[in-house]
């Protein structure tokens, strides 16, 4: 049974960092493309940053490069974001996503509130 568990999601200062966590389970984070997405209050769910499977091959929002990073540990099958630089517009609900075995799942999410 294929299961995505978020965590890290806090209340920061503008200029913090945070570092959230999606824990996997029923299959391997090394063998599926894993993205965030985050969701704003009154706005669409947007994707944050990917990891491809079975390479480092990254990619990110526009509005996140160079201050996100995305990452995996495959012994411990998370995979993690590592968030920097926090301006009070990254503040949303952050959630894990893979498309395993031609179905999509999501996990709980995580709020992440960017405020001094």
């Known amino acids: 049974q294929v299961q995505l568990v978020e965590s890290g999601g806090d209340l920061v200062q503008p200029g913090g960092s945070l570092r959230l966590s999606c824990a996997a389970s029923?299959?391997?984070?090394?063998?599926?493309?894993m993205t965030w997405y985050r969701q704003a209050p009154g706005k669409e769910r947007e994707l944050v940053a990917r990891i491809f499977r079975n390479t480092a091959f990254t990619s990110y929002a526009d509005s996140v490069k160079g201050r996100f990073t995305i990452s995996r540990d495959n012994v411990k099958n998370t995979v993690f974001l590592q968030m920097n630089s926090l301006k009070p517009e990254d503040t949303a609900v952050y959630y894990c996503?893979?498309?395993?075995?031609?179905?999509?799942?999501w996990g709980q999410g995580t709020q992440v509130t960017v405020s001094s």
């Open positions: 029923g299959f391997t984070v090394s063998s599926a493309a």
């Open positions: 996503n893979t498309l395993w075995n031609g179905r999509g799942y």
